[in-house]
């Protein structure tokens, strides 16, 4: 559902449908693409991801999000949508091993680095047949006029393997078709349009009952987002990953559905 920009004098308030996402029983692969705005020999691998929109598979069995690192800032340009906490993400990899460097553009598949798009290589990963299903509540009203508690996201994980284990749900809003004129640095004078970018990120860990843990994290509010960030969709995506490792074991995700009920002032 396209959504466009909308004039600051409407009063806006956004609805989710009452969206339910429920993931495969087999792994979702989730592609993770570490790039900035500061960074020259970025725009190839975000052109490439932008590709993913109209892919019959996105959402479905692949799910990729645009982290956009902080530390390439200091050469003249910041990324507007730079955050720390996605650099430590790309240096967490790396310091468990599942990724050899810390570079832009990066790539992560399912967990592990992935140099496959250098070289031009189909994408494969390696996939749990029985990674568990994952079930996520979206909440009908995504307002700033609703209290916190009214916009939680229900989180359901169903599992056998990681039941032992302790385990933390991440959510993350995406913005496509965002638009940007580049003044400063290694992309001076380029206007870039930019697809899947990370835009509001947060975490909780998950409570287990038995088969299964159990959730809840505030869903960012979209009136705020929209403005700061006006784009021509929005998605959410949805993961679930041990305590102490990023690596993705089940993720789901989809268009976020939402309209805004406005207001003439």
Known sequence: ??????????????????????????????????????????????????????????????????????????????????????????????????????????????????????????????????????TVDIPDDLSSNKTAQSKRTNIQFEHKQEKLQALTAHLVIMGFGLEDYIKRGENRGKTFVQDFVALAYDSAPLISQADRSVTNIAFPDMTTLVQAHPATQYAVAVWVSKENDPSPIQAVGDWIEMGPDTHQE
């Open 1 to 134: 559902m396209r959504i466009s920009a909308l004039p600051l004098l409407l009063t806006l308030s956004w609805f989710a449908n009452g969206q339910t996402l429920v993931s495969p029983n087999h792994q979702t692969v989730m592609l993770e693409l570490y790039t900035s705005q500061g960074c020259s020999s970025c725009p190839p691998a975000e052109k490439w991801i932008s590709g993913f929109t109209d892919d019959p598979k996105l959402w479905k069995e692949l799910i990729p999000i645009n982290f956009r690192v902080d530390y390439w800032d200091y050469l003249g340009w910041r990324d507007r949508y730079s955050n720390p906490l996605f650099s430590e993400r790309q240096r967490r990899y790396q310091r468990l091993g599942h990724s050899r460097t810390v570079a832009t553009p990066g790539f992560i598949l399912n967990g592990k680095g992935w140099n496959g798009w250098f070289y031009r290589k189909s994408m494969t990963a390696e996939s749990l047949s029985n990674a568990g299903v994952l």
